[in-house]
């Protein structure tokens, strides 16, 4: 690895770091308060949404070689990012358990 691509993956991650705290930062703030909570999860939604339908798939490999090493990649550090939106169903489910568990 160059020292311009350590450099920038340094530089990255600091970025991420900067996201995540941000990010929980933001949860604190939405403690308690379920409607900014939902805005908070659509935001991300939002955000993964862009990047993956935008700048991820513009860069994906163009041969076999490449895309076999992305593939690699994923399996090794842990599977595809993915942001899995509640089913309604299952919400109903935790309601009704819930209101179960204070009877």
């Given amino acids: 690895m160059s020292n ?5 993956s340094v ?24 409607i900014n909570i939902l805005a908070l999860l659509r ?8 990047i993956r339908d ?10 076999r ?3 076999y090493a992305l593939l ?6 842990g599977g595809w990012p993915y942001i899995e939106r509640m089913k309604l169903q299952g919400f109903l489910k935790f309601l ?3 209101e179960e568990n204070k009877q």
Avoid: W
């Fill in 54 to 63: 935008g700048v991820f798939q513009s860069n994906l490999p163009e041969n």
């Fill in 96 to 98: 009704e358990q819930e």
């Fill in 4 to 8: 311009s691509n350590n450099f920038e």
């Fill in 72 to 77: 690699r990649e994923i399996e090794a550090e």
């Fill in 43 to 50: 935001q991300l939604e939002s955000l993964h949404r862009e």
């Fill in 11 to 34: 530089m990255l991650s600091y970025k991420l770091q900067a996201i995540n705290v941000a990010v929980q930062d933001a949860v604190t703030v939405c403690q308690g308060d379920i």
């Fill in 65 to 67: 070689q490449a895309l």
